[in-house]
């Protein structure tokens, strides 16, 4: 070959390789920045996501809890119409092998098959994992995961917990009061996303706190099973129950009858959306004789009467031109302040607040803070303005020194009764556990003397009144019951004055009496039963009853010997 050719093929070797390392040099350096950003944005992937919500727990005992809310994955199966009718699929045969996988009627397949426009439908949600195995093996079959609300305990304490909404809103109870707290903070996961591989690099979604519940599940699940018994038996519309510590304000128990399972919260219409509410904590009531031990303590306090001042029983007492009337219109003669309590005298009790005096008695009813809410971690919370009672005519006060035409929630009668149980001083009702040093002791009501005076009254009321059937042999009850008439207006009826037979029929009371560690209070609305010594008193005695042994109590005096006088 000619030397001038071997050259000339040199330099066009030579040649071609400077403008292809000239074209290197531009694409890795010159321009490599614009090239490494386009590959990694066909490599990397955003997506916005919300933070998991937090768990919510009962405590079980003092070092262990349940868990009662929780987030689980599920599958739901879903196709594409409208890219099944480009396939030009046998039709015949899709809804065949849809239907054997799924086990869906047949009827579903083809109404979902025929909307040829549609790139989603939903054929069955919450597969098992047996079926998504199928569906993953079957063509035209596409799973969607999905992370649900689960409550695991079903309708256990459901109006306390509430529910998790279609909207990814929490819905009555905790799950609405602390929805922000426990909902979970939203943020972007940013990844890289490769052939056969794909990994986070980047999460600022925060997962939501979880919440643990002063809520006990023992007793909470006993509560619920006597009340439902209760309430059936006794033929009763609904019924409540509050149980809680009265040295700290901790709700151990509330519970409604009633109740709902959160998991299918969807299957309740619009019209009966009342089953959500807490009764405990939305719902305003007149509580009857229960109220009496309030206006005594008010009046020990005060000075207006002692526990051997003595009262003629007349049957009946008359203010301004209204006459009161004691349960079956009885009388009693001389009777001293305790038989007051003892034998729930209206005429009694009503002579004592007149001793004690409308002003004085207005007073102390807000500082008990019954024209306010309790402020309870609940969603909901309601408080009557009383706006007849403030009206401030004398007989308005006289009733209501037992039980009527004064409107309070079954929460804010837990929290007075706390006060004559812890000797005096209020208490901030709540559901979620707080430290120990959040807990200080609160505003002082009455003094030490009158909380132990108007105890001591409420032992005499179990041992030898009418709330005897609530005794507990070993220990000493303070409670008292209460009947009282539902207004029309209560039935939606639009009728002045009260119902004849319909009555809410209530204890409250605490144990042992004289150091005590709970409140009770149970109320039946509406029960087929004359009173409430027959109806609540004894669910009350039995709650009280599996709290003395689950805690441990000891006996207050031996059960078969003597007590002291």
């Known amino acids: 070959m000619p030397v001038k050719r071997l050259w000339t093929i040199f330099f066009f070797a030579v040649f071609l390789t400077g403008v292809l390392s000239w074209k290197l040099f531009c694409v890795q350096v010159v321009e490599g920045g614009i090239w490494k950003a386009q590959a990694q944005g066909q490599q990397r992937y955003f997506t916005q996501t919300q933070g998991e919500r937090g768990s919510i727990y009962l405590a079980n005992g003092d070092e262990d809890f349940v868990p ?14 409208k ?63 999905e992370v649900v609300r689960y409550y695991p305990e079903k309708d256990l304490a459901s109006h306390v917990i509430g529910f998790l909404g279609g909207e990814k809103k929490g819905q009555y109870g905790v ?18 996303r490769m052939k056969w591989l794909s990994f986070i690099t980047k999460d600022s979604t925060k997962r939501g706190e979880d919440l643990l519940l002063t809520i006990d599940y023992n007793v909470q699940h006993f509560v619920e099973k006597e009340l439902q018994g209760a309430v059936e038996r006794l033929e009763a519309k609904e019924g409540t129950v509050v149980v809680g510590d009265p040295q700290t304000g901790e709700i151990l128990a509330m519970a ?9 919260y969807s299957i309740f219409s619009q019209e009966e959306f009342n089953v959500f509410k807490n009764s405990a904590v939305q719902e305003t009531f007149e509580p009857g004789s229960v109220f009496k031990p309030i206006t005594m303590a008010i009046a020990l306090n005060s000075g207006a009467v002692s526990p051997e001042d003595t009262f003629y029983d007349s049957g009946e007492k008359r203010i301004h031109g209204k006459v009161i009337r004691n349960y079956e219109e009885r009388s009693y003669g001389f009777v001293d302040m305790t038989e ?51 009206k401030g005519y004398d007989i308005n006060f006289t009733t209501a020194s037992y039980g009527q035409g004064i409107e309070v929630t079954s929460i804010q009668l837990f929290r007075a009764f706390s006060v004559l149980a812890n000797g ?55 409670g008292k019951t209460g009947t009282a008439q539902v207004a029309w207006s209560k039935l939606g009826i639009s009728k002045t004055g009260y119902a004849d037979k319909a009555t809410i029929q209530g204890f409250v009371g605490y144990a042992p009496a004289f150091d005590p560690q709970f409140v009770i209070f149970v109320k039946l609305d509406q029960p087929q039963t004359r009173s409430a010594e027959v109806s609540s008193a004894p669910v009350f005695r039995e709650i009280a009853r599996f709290l003395l042994e689950y805690k441990k109590i000891p006996y207050d005096y031996e059960v078969g010997k003597e007590k002291d006088d």
Do not use: W
């Open 68 to 81: 009662v809310a929780l987030n689980r994955k599920t599958y739901h199966v879903f196709i594409s119409p």
């Open 83 to 145: 890219e099944l009718s480009e396939k030009k699929e046998d039709k015949e045969e899709m809804i065949s092998l849809f239907t054997q996988v799924l086990e869906v009627g047949e009827s579903e397949v083809l109404e979902k098959l025929e909307k040829k426009e549609s790139s989603y439908e939903i054929l069955k949600k919450n597969i098992s994992s047996h079926t998504l195995e199928k569906v993953k093996e079957t063509s035209g079959l596409h799973i969607q995961e």
């Open 175 to 192: 799950e609405q009061y602390y929805d922000e707290i426990i909902g979970g903070r939203p943020g972007i996961i940013e990844g890289i």
């Open 256 to 264: 409604n009858y009633p109740d709902f399972d959160p998991n299918e």
């Open 340 to 390: 007051i309590l003892k034998k729930s005298i209206n005429t009694g009790i009503a002579y004592v607040q007149e001793q004690i005096g409308n002003e004085v008695f207005l007073k102390y009813l807000y500082d008990f803070k019954f024209f306010e809410p309790t402020g309870i971690d609940l969603h909901g919370e309601v408080c009557s303005q009383n706006k007849e009672f403030l």
């Open 424 to 478: 005096g001083r209020l208490v901030d009702p709540h559901v979620v556990k707080k430290d120990a040093a959040s807990l200080f002791p609160g505003e002082r009501i009455i003094s030490p003397t009158a909380a132990s005076l108007v105890t001591e009254m409420m032992v005499e009321t179990v041992e030898k009144g009418f709330g005897s059937t609530a005794k507990i042999p070993g220990y000493y009850i303070a």
